[in-house]
């Protein structure tokens, strides 16, 4: 964050804004505003994202945003330029990093030109995935630059027919083979992998899964074999470095236990991951000992204008 005029520097935490997640970025905004003023040191100033997102941010002069929005707009490289066109340093990726990890599949090639394990996928119109398999099942069909789980379809082996998508999914999705086994995440924080969660649910980690209470339980640090915990970790910090991001980000696994290492496999990395006091990035702070207010505040100490 940049040096400030002020005695205590202001800090506009941005949330909100018209994306499908807007529910919880406004959760995610609401809790980082309350560590901050938890962490004291600050001027918090809330901020729900609209179209005069320029003229709030120019009339309250901010030191630093802390960008707790999500999905597209606030995730894809958009509002990371708005930012840098108006000169105030920003939290998490900048506008590359942002707009590449949002797109599932470009961000699918970086990975593997970089040696991380992904699975085979394809960009197709949504209208010749209702009309017909575009691969063999099982396979999973998802907007290609959405996250938390929104708009995702899991096409079993046994599937009578294709799925047939909502009507407001986008023209052209993308279909990828389905990666059995355990769900896991890694957060990167800066140069550093965190540690492992475990995430266990009864079915689908679906959005009600991820975001409604009793729909997933964490087990962090994950108990899984050393070699995979450590893979996860190298991956992840990996998939920070290739794709240019900064900050905080979170990526995403599934691991087939039958087949070891090989079974191991990089789903998407998430640049602006959810951050209420039990998201799983500020739950994997904790448990190397760093506190949801210190979380935040190193965010917005690590605020920058550029890259």
Known sequence: MGQSSRQTP?????????SAEREVSLSSGKACAAALREHGGYTVIEVDAGRDL????????PDAVLNCLHGRWGEDGSVQGLLEWLGIPYTHSGILASALAMDKQRSKDVFRAHGLPVVESVLAAAADVRAGHVMAPPYVVKPNNEGSSVGVYLVQEAANGPPQLDADMPDEV?????????????TVMGDRALTVTDIITTGWYDYDAK????GSSHVVPADIPQEIFDLCMEYALKAHRALGCRGISRTDFRWDESRGAAGLILLETNTQPGMTATSLTPEQGQ????SFPDLCAWM????SCGR
């Open 10 to 18: 202001t800090v506009a935490v941005v949330m909100g804004g018209p």
């Open 54 to 61: 320029s003229a709030v941010l120019t009339e309250i002069k």
């Open 174 to 186: 993308m279909v990828e083979t389905f990666a059995p086994g355990r769900e896991m995440t890694t």
């Open 211 to 214: 975001y409604k209470e009793g």
């Open 287 to 290: 448990a190397v000992g760093i």
């Open 300 to 303: 917005v100490e690590d605020a």
